[in-house]
């Protein structure tokens, strides 16, 4: 399975632009990237996915690099609301068991006013 | 995405009990799981509920602990066995295939507290 690191915590002023890199060197050619997002050990919620191209969608865009080894997730104009843990993951399809995603220790975001 | 709910969300257990964990969709999927977060933790995948078929469990999780049913579509069920209080975490159910997607979409889950 494709593991992604991400830095432990970041900050982020309300208003800005948060940029939550993602590495996942070793992602397979059909691996998919995955960002969801847990606020205060709510369920995880889904926020983007992509495969090669950039993706954006009402809440955020996620830009993956050529060589699909690195991805960054950019929340526009980020709000105190946007404070939690940020998940990148590589879905891995498996054959009759459904998509696996592997959650790692992700990015704890605080932003702050 | 579908609207998924979890029943109870939360409890407090006596090590030894069991306590079963529902997880209803407001539409038919075609993949169910379901995940731990002990405290402190990221999510752990501990099975994928089959529906008319055993589930498939992950490494280091096993039926006689974590029995998991899946009557139908729409609905599924985790049973926490004879509790003790390393079973304190949160339990979350998830679903695949909604819509035809094959994103993964999750319950609020339900917080597990044994004493």
């Known amino acids: 399975d494709a593991k992604t690191t991400q830095p432990t915590s970041m900050d982020c002023a309300e208003g800005r632009a948060a940029n939550l890199p993602c590495n996942h060197s070793?992602?397979?050619?059909?691996?998919?990237v995955y960002w969801y997002r847990q606020i205060h050990s709510q369920g995880p919620q889904y926020i983007i996915h992509g495969l090669k191209n950039n993706e954006t969608n009402e809440m955020a865009s996620l830009i993956i690099t050529e060589d699909r080894k690195s991805s960054t997730l950019i929340l526009p104009h980020a709000t105190l609301r946007d404070t939690a843990v940020y998940y990148c993951i590589v879905r891995v399809a498996r054959n009759n068991a459904g998509n696996m995603l592997t959650f790692g220790g992700g990015t704890r975001l605080m932003v702050k006013p | 995405s579908a609207v998924i709910s979890q029943k109870p969300s939360r409890d407090i257990c006596q090590r030894g009990t069991s306590l079963t964990i529902q997880c209803q969709v407001d539409?038919?999927?075609?993949?169910m799981f379901w995940y731990r977060q002990q405290p402190g933790q990221s999510l752990t995948l501990i099975a994928t509920a089959n529906q008319g078929s055993e589930a498939t469990y992950e490494s280091g999780f096993v039926i006689d602990k974590f029995p998991i049913s899946r009557p139908n579509l729409t609905f599924s069920t985790l049973t926490v066995s004879n509790m003790s209080p390393e079973d304190s975490s949160i339990y979350l159910c998830?679903?695949?295939?909604?819509?035809?997607?094959?994103?993964?979409?999750f319950g609020p889950g339900t917080r597990l507290l044994v004493l």
């Open positions: 998830s679903v695949e295939g909604t819509f035809q997607e094959e994103t993964q979409y």
């Open positions: 070793t992602i397979s050619g059909n691996e998919y």
């Open positions: 539409s038919q999927v075609t993949m």
